[in-house]
């Protein structure tokens, strides 16, 4: 059922729509959550480093640079300027990092021991 409006009352029934929007856009909110950003697949050397770090390998944008100048690690050129693809590095970080050695002093003193033998 329709209701007329006076024109003195119209200011007050805009807010009034105005604030069931505001309701209703929260409610639509807390349903559908807005997904978050996408991650880049492919980056410049500045976030290649920043990707590196993220995994947790330090490494510096002039390292990285002569990885790619010495064509150690993959990256693809558009534009002139160098690209790294996400998924690529983190294949090659997994090819080539290395394991930890213990380096306590029993295992350092047998490594000692053992070329000081193969010397002999």
Same mark, same amino acid.
């Given at each position: 059922m329709?209701?007329?409006?006076?024109?003195?009352?119209?200011?007050?029934?805009? #807010? @009034?729509?105005g604030e *069931?929007?505001?309701r209703i856009e929260?409610? !639509?909110l807390q349903l559908v959550k807005?997904? #978050? @950003?996408?991650?880049? *697949?492919s980056f410049?050397?500045?976030g290649? !480093?920043?990707h590196f770090k993220m995994r947790g390998i330090p490494i510096s944008k002039s390292k990285l640079q002569k990885l790619t100048a010495s064509r150690t690690i993959p990256f693809k050129r558009f534009?002139?300027?160098?690209?790294?693809d996400a998924g690529e590095l983190d294949v090659w970080i997994k090819e080539n990092a290395t394991t930890v050695v213990d380096n306590s002093p029993a295992l350092r003193l047998a490594a000692s021991a053992n070329r000081k033998m193969k010397g002999a």
């Open positions: 329709q209701q007329s409006i006076s024109f003195d009352r119209l200011p007050i029934e805009v #807010a @009034q729509i *069931q929007v505001n929260s409610m !639509v807005p997904s #978050a @950003q996408p991650k880049p *697949q410049y050397i500045d290649a !480093v920043s534009n002139g300027r160098v690209v790294f």
